[in-house]
């Protein structure tokens, strides 16, 4: 479901998939062949909420912001995240349950794995590991995580593909 919020309607390029399943309110912008799976909640109700392309935010998970906020191109937020950071860089991927909470700023290329808890106003530098509750830095990706973040995108931008040519919005 796609709802105004104070006259400011959610952006969706033509090509994102969002499932009829999904909430997305307010000033959000959606980018190319990005997906939004059932479940989500994307809450533009605070600030601005811009998705970038190529992005899938998986079965039930929640984003939310009290300022503007920034999720990159080629991003992944797994299955049952809350994301109230204030950038996700691009090619980053946020683990199954994990929690990223207000202002944080995760770089570029980065990892959280699942579970974790990364703490208000925390900024991670690009190509960073993440792990644990508080989340902390445990070490640089490695390429076959790069391959992994770059793969699951791609994935997704079929799946993306796949369910908008079956009508399944």
Not at 42 to 61: A, C, F, L, P
Not at 74 to 103: E, K, P, S
Not at 157 to 169: D, T
Request: with cysteine.
């Amino acid at each position: 479901m796609i709802r105004s919020w104070k006259k400011m309607k959610p952006m969706v390029d033509p090509t994102a998939f969002i499932s009829e399943a999904a909430y997305v309110l307010g000033e959000v912008e959606i980018g190319s062949s990005s997906s939004i799976w059932p479940g989500v909640v994307i809450r533009g109700d605070s600030g601005k909420i811009k998705i970038g392309n190529n992005t899938n935010i998986q079965d039930g998970s929640m984003v939310h912001s009290d300022a503007p906020a920034i999720i990159g191109d080629n991003v992944t937020i797994g299955h049952g995240v809350v994301c109230h950071a204030r950038l996700v860089g691009n090619y980053c991927l946020i683990g199954n349950n994990a929690t990223v909470n207000d202002g944080a700023e995760i770089g570029e290329y980065s990892i959280v794995a699942a579970n974790s808890v990364v703490l208000e106003g925390t900024q991670i530098p690009p190509y960073s590991l993440v792990v644990g509750i508080p989340a902390t830095v445990k070490g640089q990706v490695k390429e076959k995580h790069i391959n992994l973040i770059k793969g699951t995108a791609t994935h997704y931008i079929g799946r993306c593909k796949e369910y908008k040519e079956l009508g399944l919005e």
